[in-house]
T-cell receptor, first 115, second 112 residues
Framework: EPEVTQTPSHQVTQMGQEVILRCVPI?????FYWYRQILGQKVEFLVS????????KSEIFDDQFSVERPDGSNFTLKIRSTKLEDSAMYFC?????????????FGPGTRLTVL | GESVGLHLPTLSVQEGDNSIINCAYS??????FIWYKQESGKGPQFIID?????DKRQGQRVTVLLNKTVKHLSLQIAATQPGDSAVYFC???????????FGTGTRLQVTL
């Protein structure tokens, strides 16, 4: 069964450093998302991406964040200058174009630890 | 602001019993609802979904009920098994490509 994959599973970085989190969505999906989950809290939306542009973003997704689909398979989240409060699990999700379903399928996540 | 929320943070049930996890939502424009299961250290896993034009949907051992009058959603798990132990989230959205809004989650503990 197709699934969303994410790398790395765990990323440790120093405050102020740049990180890139990588995702490979399900191959025929057209809608892509990033969410984050701070330890013990609920999953929060960051950004959605469709047709090579951001379609919606949350207040969390400020100028330090950016997303890119550099090729036909990868979808990346870049944090330009990490802060301590960026420590969280980051989940990528994707959705197909079928109008019969709106289900977003999630990857296993990347645990980001900012020291 | 409007949000999706859960009533019970932790639910403990015996193996073999039925489980009911509840969720209240406040966005009357929501047209699609999903239940996700999240095991420790993993991403949310799709369980079942329901559209706002339905009030009940059944899957394998799971049933989702939607009461639009009181804006209430529930997940019923029949014959709960130890493998069902996880945190369960309800989520909703409006429109095709829009974000999911997650509730705070309910931890289901299955005792032997």
């Amino acid at each position: 069964e197709p699934e969303v994959t994410q790398t790395p599973s765990h990323q440790v970085t120093q405050m102020g450093q740049e990180v890139i989190l990588r995702c490979v969505p399900i191959s025929n999906h057209l809608y892509f998302y990033w969410y984050r989950q701070i330890l013990g809290q609920k999953v929060e939306f960051l950004v959605s991406f469709y047709n090579n542009e951001i379609s919606e973003k949350s207040e969390i997704f400020d100028d330090q964040f950016s997303v890119e689909r550099p090729d036909g398979s990868n979808f990346t989240l870049k944090i330009r200058s990490t802060k301590l409060e960026d420590s969280a699990m980051y989940f990528c999700a994707s959705k197909g174009a079928e109008t019969s379903t709106d289900t977003q399928y999630f990857g296993p996540g990347t645990r980001l630890t900012v020291l | 602001g409007e949000s999706v929320g859960l009533h019970l943070p932790t639910l403990s049930v015996q193996e073999g019993d039925n489980s009911i996890i509840n969720c209240a939502y406040s966005n009357s424009a929501s047209d699609y609802f999903i239940w996700y299961k999240q095991e420790s250290g993993k991403g949310p896993q799709f369980i079942i979904d329901i559209r706002s034009n339905m009030d009940k949907r059944q899957g394998q051992r799971v049933t989702v009920l939607l009461n639009k009058t009181v804006k209430h959603l529930s997940l019923q798990i029949a014959a709960t098994q130890p493998g069902d132990s996880a945190v369960y989230f309800c989520a909703d959205h409006t429109g095709t490509a829009s974000k999911l809004t997650f509730g705070t989650g309910t931890r289901l503990q299955v005792t032997l």
